[in-house]
């Protein structure tokens, strides 16, 4: 059977048929586990971009948590802050106070004690004027003249 332009139908259906199996085989050997082993590497991929989200998305809610426990540290750190100077400022009133209580004392000590010696020296100013007015009187007694011990005497009196 010879067809116009030499075509050979038998060795056009042998070459189509070379040709499919050609392709089947391909298709099996090269196609199918080419697209196997894409469809496992996108999958690996996007779980692996999936875990990246959460890891992430994790990483935030533990930057805010941070950031919210930060804040809490930093207000407590100022509310003790104001604390102590409080405790402080307290602590150096009751110093002051103290200090003027003291200063207080000390001074109604010493003018006490500038008082009893004041006292003491006193009398043993009036001690040793007694002496001296007695050694006086023995000096008078002692001279012969009795009229002087009486106008002493007037004049203590007198003065007295």
């Known amino acids: 059977m010879r067809v116009p332009l030499n075509i050979d139908w038998q060795q056009i259906l042998l070459h189509l048929f070379n040709f499919l199996f050609l392709a089947g085989g391909l298709y099996l050997l090269l196609y199918k586990p080419v697209k196997h082993f894409m469809e496992k590497r996108e999958a690996y991929y996007k779980n692996m971009d999936n875990a990246a989200k959460e890891k992430i998305a994790a990483a935030e809610s533990l930057k805010k ?4 426990h930060l804040a809490d540290a930093q207000s407590e750190i100022e509310e003790m802050k104001k604390a102590a100077f ?3 400022e307290q602590t150096a009133q009751s110093y002051l106070t103290e200090a003027r209580e003291q ?3 000390m001074i109604d000590e010493a003018k006490k ?3 009893s010696e004041k006292e003491k020296i006193m009398q043993e100013a009036n001690a040793e004027i007694e002496e001296l007015v007695s050694a006086a009187i023995d ?6 003249d009795e009229n002087a011990l009486d106008k002493f005497l007037n004049c203590a009196e007198k003065e007295g």
């Open 86 to 88: 409080e405790d402080a």
């Open 113 to 115: 004690a500038a008082q």
């Open 139 to 144: 000096k008078m007694l002692a001279s012969t």
């Open 103 to 105: 200063k207080h004392k």
């Open 65 to 68: 948590q941070y950031a919210s």
